[in-house]
């Protein structure tokens, strides 16, 4: 499928985690300002392909990558790219959120303090704009002094969407993002991404087939390493053309 303005182009991409295959040459070009989900059954892959886009499969022991990831047409691979840059681009949200051991308000201005802002008034605000982003500020705005891990396990997941937007990356890998959450605070993780693609280019890794309808511009189904099928959302849920596909939505695999 040709997509007009990529803003992640996989290309070939094969990882091996020892001698077992993970992806096996993978290519596909993820859109710039749209939601990509990526589904598929467990063990398929869906968590390295993420992991590769962001480097954070180089901590793996024994990984083997071929292939190339090109984010804004640079390869994450290329010995002489610069990593910090090219993570600094990419805010995370994992399964399950991993507050930093700190308040809410340090959580958010963590990044943005690394990054060298030390003055008061601008990080008060870097904090209330990126958790109104986050859509959490109603709920913590009496209480930043309270350290993260008082907060609900939906509310860590907002509030560590606020601390990877406050560095201002371009891209928010999710993966499986609302699967630990209870249902109102998983949608308001959806309502945020939906609002956030207007800016963002998003790739979501998600099991749930009604989620992906509702979220999804663009969906990949990953099966057995390999990419079976890529297309519009609508036209891949709706007129899956590979068997493995159709039998997936099925629950047959
Ligand atoms: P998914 O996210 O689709 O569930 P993963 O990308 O996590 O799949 O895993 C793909 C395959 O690679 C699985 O067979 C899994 O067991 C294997 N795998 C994942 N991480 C590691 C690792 N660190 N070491 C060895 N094998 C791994
Ligand atoms: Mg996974």
């Known amino acids: 499928m040709v997509i007009a303005k990529p803003h992640i182009q996989v290309r070939n991409l094969t990882v091996f985690y020892g001698k077992h295959c993970a992806l096996k040459d993978v290519t ?18 869906k968590t390295t392909l993420l992991k590769s886009f962001n480097r954070l499969i180089d901590l793996i022991d ?11 047409g640079e390869d994450v691979f290329d010995p002489k790219a610069d990593i910090i840059e090219i993570r600094r681009k990419m805010g995370l949200l994992f399964q399950r959120p991993y507050p930093l051991p700190m308040s ?9 303090k690394i990054h060298g802002e030390r003055d008061r008034d601008k990080l008060d605000s870097i904090v209330e704009d990126h958790l109104r982003q986050a859509g959490i500020w109603e709920e913590v ?14 509310q860590q997941q907002r509030l560590c969407l606020a601390r990877g937007l406050a560095v201002e990356p371009e891209i928010i ?20 991404l939906l609002t956030l693609k207007k800016e963002l280019t998003v ?28 297309g519009p959302m609508k036209q891949l849920l709706e007129n899956p053309k590979d068997k493995r596909t159709q039998a997936y939505f099925k629950g047959e695999l």
Do not use: Q
Request: charged letters at 30%; one cysteine or more.
């Open 28 to 45: 596909l070009d993820i859109p710039d300002k749209k939601i990509t989900v990526i589904i598929g059954p467990s063990g398929c892959g």
């Open 62 to 72: 024994d990984v083997t990558v071929r292939g190339e990831v090109l984010v804004d």
């Open 104 to 112: 809410i308000y340090d959580n958010v201005a963590y990044g943005p």
């Open 141 to 154: 705005k009496d209480r930043l002094d309270t350290p993260a891990w008082k907060l609900s396990i939906g």
């Open 173 to 192: 890998l999710a993966d499986e993002p609302t699967s630990a959450l209870d249902p109102i605070s998983a949608k308001k993780i959806e309502e945020r």
């Open 203 to 230: 790739v979501v890794v998600t099991h749930n087939l009604r989620r992906a309808r509702r979220l999804g511009d663009y969906g990949a189904f990953i099966y057995l390493g390999k990419l079976v099928e890529y």
